[in-house]
């Protein structure tokens, strides 16, 4: 008996990059999830990078990183979110990747007597590492997110793969999927559907047919354009469909399931119907809380990539994550550190905010400025959360300022520090590549039982994801004396702290933003909100 034909959805994009293919394609997994399909998500990405580890945040957005120590692309970020399946590093495919294992299967021999070429062996090598993954996980159904637009040149490749696999369907069933961008000029008041036609033309161009089109536009696009799409794309009116800009990431499933997203997907990939309704619950559930919050509270964000959100975003999702489990919005509220290394009178914006939170980073800018906001929030008791480099930059602030070690500071910062509070551990000072050579992905910790993290988390042992080189020196953890105090390890590093005395002064090396979901909020940003409406409340 032969074998059935792999089926996969493929999400591209066009006219413009950030339109949302990773929410796209979160929608279409919940979808599928509904319908108790299981599927295994795929993001192509056509940069030569290996992996994201070594781009800059402000180019890219943050570097999300997995259990198993991949540094992936921002989207991973919301596969977990939305899905609630931990992914891997594996899943994230780049043109890097490719290229890197067609010339070592070149030096090794395995291209004897060939010329070796785009197509067919980088084309093959693509379509290969697909479905390496369907043999591995084994889905129902595979979802592949092609990052950049049409019309890319680094795309290309990945396009020919795609028409390769649509065209070979003894053995892939395939449906594709074009996010698209409809602008409402203000000036003229109405929505303009001849980029969305363009893309259209170049997909074709490549030897593709849209089954699914999305239109994303600022507001509402009437039925009009959407029939004009219709009909210039070659599509199914009830296959062109629109997303606008909503009240918050997580309506979209529920926004294109209304319009028969669910239906299209189960035709195009000739699945068999199911007589349940699909299951969209926990997103309608949110919904619903959303509606009902009760209050709002400000969090100020110090950092140093505060142009683009996109660089805390994992951050900002896990902040909104525990203010909507406590019933509040937030308002969050990027701050450039550099103003208060500029002008110390700019402190004071920190007094209208109810917690402050400094994440991670890396490099000297702005350092000086987070520093001087650790200490506001020390000596002001407001509610205070600092992720890995805010971890270790509250423990040089409290070094310099409480203990009297007024050059203490990180060897990353100052290598003629003569208090070394943090450094590099002996492992990491040999090391010749950057890319990959953290201290990368899930770490067990051990917690003091009497300790308000242990608490938060209901147990004394955790496993979180971690991302540095620097840690707090062990060589000179004796000398922390006093309020502050190490709650947390692994083997001998110190992993979380906390301010006696202090409302809620929280330290933790690792990321725990990366784990959280809105059904399931982080413990360490629960307190800090929950903290934070307290004084909020108070005021």
């Not at 180019?59 to 931990?86: I, K, N, S, W």
């Not at 070979?168 to 003229?188: A, E, G, W």
């Not at 905010?353 to 506001?376: H, Q, S, V």
Request: hydrophobic share 35%.
């Amino acid at each position: 008996m032969p074998e059935p034909p792999s089926r996969y959805v493929f999400i591209l994009g066009s006219v413009l990059s950030g339109l949302g293919k990773g929410i796209v394609t979160c929608s279409i997994g919940s979808s599928l999830q509904a319908r108790c399909r299981s599927v295994h998500i795929v993001k192509i990405d056509p940069y030569l990078n290996l992996d994201a580890g070594t781009m800059n945040p402000m180019e890219h957005g943050e570097t999300f990183v997995t259990a198993d120590g991949g540094e992936l692309d921002v989207d991973f970020g919301h596969y977990e979110r939305f899905l609630g399946m931990e992914v891997s590093k594996e899943q994230n495919i780049t043109t890097g990747q490719i290229y890197y294992n067609v010339i070592q299967k070149e030096r090794k021999g395995e291209y004897l007597g060939q010329t070796v070429q785009i197509v067919p062996h980088i084309i093959n090598e693509i379509i290969r590492r697909l479905e390496e993954q369907r043999v591995k996980y084994k889905p129902d159904i595979m979802i592949v997110e092609v990052g950049g637009t049409i019309g890319d040149i680094e795309s290309e490749p990945f396009l020919e793969a795609v028409r390769q696999m649509r065209r070979n369907q003894k053995k892939f069933v395939v449906s594709t999927v074009l996010l698209t961008f409809v602008p409402f000029p203000k000036h003229l008041r109405e929505h303009k559907t001849k980029p969305a036609q363009h893309s259209v033309r170049e997909l074709r161009a490549a030897g593709i047919s849209p089954d699914i089109i999305i239109c994303r536009s600022d507001v509402p696009i009437g039925k009009k354009p959407l029939e004009k799409i219709s009909n210039f794309g070659n599509v199914p009116e009830e296959a062109v469909m629109q997303l606008p800009d909503l009240k918050n990431v997580y309506e979209a499933p529920l926004y294109l399931e209304k319009q028969g997203l669910g239906t299209q997907l189960r035709q195009n990939l000739q699945l068999e119907a199911r007589e349940q309704t699909p299951d969209f619950s926990k997103f309608e559930e949110l919904q619903i809380r959303l509606q009902n919050l009760k209050g709002k509270i400000t969090i100020g964000v110090p950092g140093k990539y505060t142009e683009l959100q996109d660089s805390y975003i994992s951050v900002t999702e896990a902040l909104k994550h525990a203010a909507w489990t406590e019933g509040y919005d937030v308002e969050l509220r990027l701050i450039s550190t550099e103003e208060f290394e500029n002008n110390e009178g700019s402190l004071k914006i920190l007094e209208k905010m109810d917690g402050i939170l400094i994440p991670g980073g890396f490099g000297d800018r702005g350092t000086e400025g987070k520093i001087k906001a650790i200490k506001f929030a020390r000596e002001t008791g407001k509610p205070f959360l600092g992720i890995c480099l805010g971890f270790q930059l509250a423990v040089v602030e409290y070094c310099r300022n409480v203990l009297g070690f007024p050059k203490a500071h990180s060897t990353e910062m100052d290598k003629q520090t003569p208090f070394p509070i943090v450094d590099l551990l002996p492992e990491q000072k040999n090391i010749a590549q950057l890319g990959g050579t953290m201290r990368l992905g899930n770490f067990e910790i051990t917690l003091n039982k009497d300790s308000m993290l242990a608490k938060l988390y209901g147990t004394t042992k955790i496993t979180e994801r971690h991302r540095h080189r620097y840690e707090i020196n062990p060589e000179l953890i004796s000398k922390i004396k006093g309020d502050l105090v190490f709650t947390g390890f692994w083997n001998k590093l110190a992993e979380t702290l906390e301010l006696r005395g202090h409302p809620f002064f929280v330290g933790t090396q690792f990321h725990p933003e990366f784990k959280s979901t809105p059904w399931k909020p982080s413990p360490p940003y629960l307190g800090f909100i929950r903290a934070a409406i307290n004084r909020n409340n108070a005021h």
